[in-house]
């Protein structure tokens, strides 16, 4: 066993008023490791139409860190690929458009697609193309029997959410053109368990991946990986680059360096998985120190971020309302609602011009983003921001 985090329910699963009156679903939450290639996944899980539905409450485009990340990559690929009017452009797991609006704005033809249908609409009113499918090998040779094979397929934050991930791999190689590329970008598993990331660890995310089992992945699929970048994003990333196996693009030595580096670290060895629970609990029974500490000298505390990763950490240290009263977050879809499990009531970002003594950032990945934005809401002498992952402490 790779780490156990008890029963939780769906951490994207916000509650309103009227859902707490009713029993939520609580599953159990650990992570295995195959001793053969290596992909870790979780034990039991929820069925993604339950998880990605109609009322699906992340939106990319909240993050303004993330828009900027997004238009890097798409100035990037269409130069790097020379895409344009006469190409074609897939996204999966569109979301609300934050990405391919960059492609509509350089007048290149795109298709996103998206299973829910809050996101979508949002795309859509961008004058983005959606489908609204979940897409694996059957969707991939549809859309290729129909003519829309893609020069570009891009995969952003989508490759660890699907249950199987053999039949996503097998969609990608269907829709493919002979000479096209695939980029995902997917939370890299190395920097999970180097710096002790377990509140990443939820019912929404299936796999958790290194380049060693993406490499096996695709390769069964008749694909290959020839390029990847190690990105800060997400506490850590991967983007990887494939084609067809028979592609004759040149493999670049990242991707050998980055097989190495694995391995330099230990994940191919069962040590490194057996030790990562303790330090789980570490961090665990450190925040819940602080925060009792602190309403023992009666400082206030309150939240910011009502992120799927702040979920897992607080169901898994048992953190209600008492010793967290609120969150807040600048997602509307989020506002009113109540984070599953512990029932703290998410508000608006205005509910902290009470200027509270400490506010703890759950999504630390973009802690330096948050920080700017609540200058203007909090007295920086009076209240201090914090993190609790991997341990707590203080934004400098």
């Known amino acids: 066993m790779f780490v156990d985090l008890g029963f939780a329910p769906p951490s994207n699963a916000y509650l309103t008023a009227d859902g707490l009156k009713k029993p939520e679903l609580y599953f159990p939450l650990k992570l295995f490791v195959c001793e053969h290639c290596w992909l870790v996944q ?8 339950s998880l990605f539905n109609k009322d699906y409450a992340y939106f990319s485009s909240t993050s303004h860190s993330w828009l900027e990340h997004a238009k890097r990559y798409s100035q990037m690929i269409i130069e790097r690929e020379n895409l344009g009017a006469d190409s074609f452009v897939i996204e999966i797991a569109a979301n609300d458009g934050y990405l391919l609006k960059n492609f509509v704005s350089a ?3 795109c298709l996103g697609i998206e299973p829910t249908d809050s996101t979508a609409a949002a795309a859509e009113k961008l004058g983005i193309p959606v489908m609204r499918e979940f897409f694996g090998e059957k969707l991939g040779k549809q859309l290729a029997e129909q003519g829309k094979q893609a020069d570009l397929i891009a995969g952003n934050n989508v490759y660890a959410h699907v249950p199987d991930i053999n039949d996503f791999t097998k969609g990608i190689k269907a829709v493919l053109k002979t000479d096209g590329i695939v980029t995902l970008e997917f939370p890299h598993l190395m920097r999970l368990i180097e710096h002790v990331q377990f509140d990443t660890v939820y019912h929404e995310h299936f796999s958790y991946l290194s380049l060693f089992t993406v490499n096996q992945i695709f390769a069964k699929a008749g694909l290959r990986i ?10 850590g990333s991967l983007r990887i680059f494939g084609c067809h196996k028979e592609n004759t693009r040149e493999e670049l030595p990242s991707v050998s360096k980055i097989l190495d580096d694995e391995k330099q670290h230990g994940l191919r060895d ?20 602080f925060l009792i500490t602190q309403k023992e000298q009666g400082k206030t505390v309150a939240a910011y971020g009502a992120a799927a990763k702040g979920n897992t950490l607080l169901n898994y240290a048992g953190i209600k309302s008492d010793l967290l009263p609120f969150v807040c977050d600048a997602a509307t879809s989020k506002q009113g609602k109540f984070l599953p499990g512990s029932h703290i009531p998410i508000y608006p970002p205005e509910r902290l011009k009470d200027q509270p003594d400490y506010i703890l950032i759950f999504p630390w990945n973009i802690a330096n983003e948050i920080k700017s934005q609540l200058a203007t809401i909090i007295a920086q002498d009076k209240t201090q921001l914090l ?4 341990e707590i402490r203080t934004l400098q």
């Open 42 to 49: 979780t034990e039991d899980y929820t069925s993604a139409e």
């Open 387 to 390: 993190v609790a992952v991997p």
């Open 107 to 109: 007048d290149i033809p």
């Open 270 to 289: 069962l040590k490194i998985y057996s030790e990562f629970q303790s330090k789980a609990d570490h961090i665990k029974n450190e925040l819940l120190t």
């Open 226 to 235: 020839f390029d990847v970048e190690e990105l800060p994003t997400h506490g």
